[in-house]
């Protein structure tokens, strides 16, 4: 049974902090990972994706992947109250095109 | 431009009925997914289809049958609902490792 797992949350974090998000997975031959943002009554929506160990940016965000600690995490810098969501960690694993998603971390930025 | 574009948003309807929910992708990708999210908001994959062939069904009542008639097409037939069946569920489309794109979502309730 290939796993995602991510802490439900809620993480309060203060407007212009660093937010950092954290995800394991337990196929060890995965490829293929993923964050998506879902805010409340709406469809998962890509933000990053990361196919190598080491760090990742875009604008915002970075993405960062170690494949030996299996383990994926996502920063977002400056936070702001529209950041506020739930963040969806997304395996594709070996063998398998098939996305395998955690629960969901709650992200709750305060003014 | 909707990308993937699920139809109808929205089914009230009573236990024991038959309903089906449309789902087509304008991406040109060759695979398409069907997921089930729960109250909980846990996404689960419940079918996924290749150049319309059924390649992923994961444990799902047989009460749920996915039909694609093209690739750029893959519907979902629920016989004899009942009220665990109430959910959102989301069409998706990919092409191998790379992201899913998602349809807005069909909120299904059942009465």
């Known amino acids: 049974q290939k796993e995602v797992e991510q802490n439900s949350g809620p993480l309060s974090v203060p407007e212009g902090a660093i937010a950092s998000l954290n995800c394991t997975y337990s196929d060890r031959g995965s490829q293929s990972f993923f964050w998506y943002r879902q805010y409340s009554g709406k469809s998962p929506e890509l933000i990053m994706s990361i196919y190598s160990n080491g760090d990742k940016e875009d604008g915002r965000f970075t993405a960062q992947l170690n494949k030996a600690s299996q383990y994926v995490s996502l920063l977002i810098r400056d936070s702001q109250p529209s950041d506020s969501a739930t963040y969806l960690c997304a395996v594709i694993g070996s063998g398998y095109s098939t996305l395998t998603f955690g629960k969901g971390t709650m992200l709750l930025v305060s003014p | 431009d909707t990308a993937v574009s699920q139809t109808p948003k929205y089914l009230v309807t009573q236990m024991g009925n038959d309903k089906s929910i449309k789902c087509e992708q304008n991406l040109g990708h060759d695979t398409m997914y069907w997921y089930k999210q729960d109250s909980k908001k846990f996404l689960k994959i419940m079918f996924s289809?290749?150049?319309?062939?059924?390649?992923i069904n994961e444990t799902v009542p047989n009460r749920f049958s996915p039909k694609s008639p093209d690739k750029a097409h893959l519907n979902l037939h629920i016989n004899s609902l009942e009220l665990g069946d109430s959910a959102v569920y989301f069409c998706?489309?990919?092409?191998?490792?790379?992201?899913?794109?998602f349809g807005d979502g069909t909120r299904l309730s059942i009465l």
């Open positions: 289809y290749n150049n319309k062939e059924l390649i």
């Open positions: 998706a489309s990919g092409v191998s490792n790379q992201p899913q794109h």
